[in-house]
């Protein structure tokens, strides 16, 4: 009867590795689904990043075009700065004060 117990021992110590086996490995498959929702948002992230980084780019190279027109470039220090010819002469007209009489 001695040798009877010693297979239920052993069928019981493997049923327990397999279970621990069991629990380990659904533990690791729920840290790596953890791990890929935070990859994916960081990629999402990174992604909307480079879009945004796309659309500055074209809008610098669209600037540094219009800016290349000696003419555009002129128009826009006269704007910013009040950039003149040196040659150029200033006008400034002002209103006529109206007047009230009583």
Same mark, same amino acid.
């Given at each position: 009867?001695?040798?009877?117990?010693?297979?239920?021992?052993?069928?019981?110590?493997?049923?327990?590795? $397999?279970?621990?086996? $069991?629990?380990?490995?659904?533990?690791?498959?729920?840290?790596?689904?953890?791990?890929?929702?935070?990859?994916? &948002?960081?990629?999402?992230?990174?992604?909307?990043?480079?879009?945004? &980084?796309? $659309?500055?780019?074209?809008?610098?190279?669209?600037?540094?075009?219009?800016? &290349?027109?000696?003419?555009?470039?002129?128009?826009?220090?006269?704007?910013?700065?009040?950039?003149?010819?040196?040659?150029?002469?200033?006008?400034?007209?002002? &209103?006529?004060?109206?007047?009230?009489?009583?």
């Amino acid at each position: 009867m001695h040798c009877m117990q010693r297979p239920d021992l052993t069928k019981i110590a493997i049923a327990g590795a $397999l279970t621990l086996f $069991l629990v380990f490995a659904v533990w690791q498959i729920y840290v790596f689904y953890g791990r890929r929702a935070e990859a994916r &948002a960081r990629y999402e992230a990174a992604d909307k990043e480079l879009e945004a &980084a796309k $659309l500055d780019n074209e809008r610098l190279r669209a600037e540094i075009e219009y800016y &290349a027109n000696p003419e555009n470039l002129e128009k826009e220090l006269r704007a910013r700065f009040n950039y003149r010819d040196p040659d150029e002469k200033t006008l400034i007209f002002v &209103a006529p004060a109206s007047s009230t009489q009583p």
